[in-house]
């Protein structure tokens, strides 16, 4: 599974075009794509959760994910309250194997 997200899978192919071109997102995203078993299953496994709201959009609840050298889940953010000085301390400390 790669982490880019293909939007056509789900039937919202105009999103696709809109989150590829960067005009919505800009550069630095990487997202989910590949089937949508693969997709669910690794975000079971993060308490990540998607769904359609009532005008039929994609929405999600928030995680970003730190995995150490060897893939293993160092930490799970959930939200977006989190901070890039703790983001940074969890890279570090998943780096040194801690």
Known sequence: ???????????????AVA???????GTSWTLATGD?????AIGEQLGLMF???ET????HNLR?????????VQKIFTG????SDELV????????GK
């Open 80 to 83: 977006n309250t989190w901070t």
């Open 51 to 53: 769904w359609r709201d």
């Open 19 to 25: 989150l590829c071109d960067g005009s919505r997102l």
């Open 64 to 72: 970003a994910a730190v995995l150490d050298p060897s893939g293993r």
């Open 1 to 15: 599974m790669e982490l880019r997200y293909h939007a056509a899978d789900c039937g919202v192919k105009a999103e």
């Open 36 to 40: 949508i078993v693969d997709i669910t």
């Open 89 to 96: 301390a969890e890279l570090v400390k998943a780096m040194r």
């Open 56 to 59: 039929g959009l994609l929405s």
